[in-house]
């Protein structure tokens, strides 16, 4: 007898992620196709096109009974049944399973993130916490694992969402992330690719997070089987996430293609040989390399354990402004922000995501004064607004203390000079205004205007939309007045240089030269017309190198 709703939609091959591969053991295939079978079948009662919603929660209902009981009229049950007599895992979490297709039943909407991260606690992590106790596995295994279970489903929601919500009418991107775009109906315009875009890459940016935290779930796993397993499937997910940013899933079907699928169990393999690497370092590095920042330089100047503690440090502001920069509603950056205070609260106690574990090791080596960090959060709250604007002076000083002075301040511990204090409150001032000058019409275009309005009104011009007020040429004035000021702030930061231990110093002189010849550049175009963010010249990079390889 059949509980479902007809032939099942899929097999294990069909899948992303495949479930059953032949990588796990003969004597533990069995249980995973039985947990598969179980699943999918409950799936599929869920999404039937043809059953009303009494009659699939009264589906669900039974098989959950035959599950509990082993009732041999509903075979993928009583096999489940028999798998959790045998080694005490599948019921529980087949459960809970359950109450996640209960819950598609009746819920295609989700307003906002948490409540999708919850809808996955029920609708994937079981399958992960299923392989680990079917494997004996430690219970640290747990986290990384939930964590890539979770991104696995999110990313497996951004594929199939113009399928979702066609076929079954659900939409598992939150209704807060579709409203930045207009409207549900907007959001899924087929013309209207480059707003959906920006929410795609918002939400991108979250699995990601997610994917790194599951990073070090192999070096957790005793079984070398299925630490096989978990790099494989570590490395798919890194790459459908990449292949889901460059495509839109609206219009096309996105996949990782075969090839992508060998790569990524050849890795798994090679993962049963080598015993897996610490991968928390790996983690801040990879942040730091995808970032192409100014300041890499600087960084790569240091030895190995101040270049681990610099990279822990860089990675925690990458993300904390990706965070304040992306597309995710306001509300939204609020909550994840406050989600990075309470992983720098419990630093030194149990950090859990490998950017916070690194940043403890940094802060404990290097005594890092973490209220600096809770001041780079102050100042990605202001960036978090949906409209950014800086009465005065004293305002553009606070922001500028908080997004740049904190790092700074960090930074000289890290480089052994901590009595260099003021230098790096004022270079870290000095190299945000730059950055600020630098990035007017980015930040316009998202209605962040940090030149301050009393600068503005004392030429007349007050307050306007924020293309209207970088076009006018009394900004274009204020701009040269502001670049005029950085340009003293290198000059007086050149002259504390000379009183200051400069060999300790020259990740900051070598980040310093590379926004002067910023400043040189934006001044030589001058402010009345910008077009786009200016980028250094390839004689000015050789310059930053030859500079980075002379003694300070
Ligand atoms: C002692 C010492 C080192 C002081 C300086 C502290 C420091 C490095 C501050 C940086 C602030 C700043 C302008 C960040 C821009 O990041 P971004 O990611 O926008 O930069 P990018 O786009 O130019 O890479």
Redesign the pocket.
Known sequence: MSAGAGQSSKRPRDENFPVASLVLAPEHRDAVVAFYDFARMADDIADAPDLAAAEKLMRLDALERALVSGDPAFPQAARLHAVDKQHKAGLIQARDLLRAFRQDVVKARYNDWAELIDYCRFSANPVGRFLLILHGERDSAQAPADALCTALQILNHLQDCGKDREQMGRIYVPIRWMLAAGSETAFFDPSRTAIRRNVFDAMLDRVDSLIDQAQSLPEHLQNKRLRAQSIATIVLARRLSQCLRHADPVLERVQVSKADVCTAFLRGLRGTIQKPSPSDRHVTAAVVRR?S???RLGMQSLGPERRRAIHAVYAFCRVV?DIADGAAPASEKRVFLREWRRELDRLHRAPETPIGRELARASTLFKLPLEECHALLDGMETDSAERVRLADDYELGLYGRR??GS??AL??RIFGAPS?HD??LH??RT??L??ILRDVDEDASCERVYVPLSRLAQLGLRDAPAATLVADPRFARVCESLADEARSGFEVADAALMHLDRRA?K??IL?MENYRRVLDRLQARGWGKREGRLRLRTADRLHLITRAMRPA
Do not use: E, T, Y
């Open positions: 970032s920042s100014s300041f402004d997004v740049a790092v700074g930074s000289i260099a230098f790096a270079l870290g190299l945000q730059v950055n110093l990740p900051a980040m």
